[in-house]
């Protein structure tokens, strides 16, 4: 799980609850240095365990989301987009939550493909060569892309049970009490109202760190 | 927002991502010490902003749930339970999420209280004197407690919305993109069947640091 400064912390922490448990599964999070990397508030802050040097070949590759600047810094960023793209050599899943799509679209790795980002990010898609579709997740060969934020809940289910079985996926499910019910109905960006959709964004604009 | 050993990393990011951009609101991670803390599975570090001592009057606490060996060990820490029932005193709202309860009901603050808890703790929310009540979260007077793990996303944008107003709640469900599609429909204990209830409780039991 590759993090970097200004990303968002439960486009990270989402995956990761539904993937942690998973029989023979280890979350590994890296940076470009280990240690504790701020998230797009500046408020909290994660522990990456490992440099992207020491863990060249995961497995599995999980891009978190960030606010806007840490999203269009590591999108410019060689090193990591380097890294990105060695460790897709060897992956059985690369995937995404949120704008994470754009990053892995910076890595050269989403052309021609099906694929969807954070509702206000959809645009973007198109300049990295991906074909936006929607979805809580889009697989496409061994890519996923998420939706935005807590979409990651969703696509990290998914891969708990592509990576082991569906009764894992299962039971996964409700180890994390994955029954939700949103209290406002406001989270889909096409039903969502114009108001509530620049509400939303100037809070997300208002709190980047 | 109280962090200790052993808990459980999206009951206390789900509340911190609805919460962080409500105009007003800081959101500080605490506990015993200011540092890095573990979550319940080891693998994963968040840090604590403060001590306990440097936040002695938080205008809302959230304590998240754990693991059984880190939600039993702070239910049993005079020193964090004494820290939550000062903070209690001066708080508008008091909130948990998942077995975060039942170390809110171990500092004294659910006697005769209608609360909730983890599906698999439920039984244990009478030993503090709770009443167990359904619901993705329960609110008492200045008290919500919220189901396990992903519910304290659904109660934390109640929370969003009581702490500014519903068009911020809104926003912010929209803002994490709060549409959720679990793959599975297994989330909710009391519709899942016993081999999938069975099998969450082993994944859990595993993966326990």
Chains 1, 2 share one sequence.
Not at 4 to 13: H, I, K, M, S
Not at 79 to 87: M, P, T
């Amino acid at each position: 799980m590759l993090l970097y400064d200004g990303f968002t912390a439960l486009d990270a922490v989402g995956p990761y609850e539904a993937l942690c448990r998973v029989p023979g599964v280890r979350v590994i999070t890296v940076a470009k240095r280990a240690g504790l990397i701020r998230t797009d508030t500046g408020e909290l802050g994660i522990a990456a365990a490992k440099s992207l040097r020491q863990v060249p070949r995961p497995d599995v590759l999980v891009v978190p989301g960030g606010g806007e600047r840490g999203t269009t810094a590591t999108m410019a960023d060689t090193r990591i987009l380097d890294w990105i793209r060695q460790a897709d050599r060897h992956t059985a899943w690369t995937t995404s939550v949120c704008t994470g799509s754009l990053i892995l679209g910076a890595a050269g790795l989403l052309h021609g493909l099906p694929a969807t980002t954070y509702w206000a990010s959809r645009p973007y898609l198109k300049e990295v060569g991906a074909v936006y579709t929607p979805g809580r997740f889009v697989e496409s060969g061994k890519i996923i892309t998420a939706a935005g934020v807590s979409a990651g809940i969703d696509m990290g289910l998914h891969l708990a049970a592509r990576l082991s079985d569906e009764e894992v996926g299962r039971a996964m499910e409700l180890a994390i009490e994955y029954a939700p019910e949103p209290p406002f109905g406001t989270g889909n960006a096409d039903l969502a109202d114009a108001e509530t959709r620049t509400r939303a964004l100037k809070l997300l604009a208002d709190s980047s760190a």
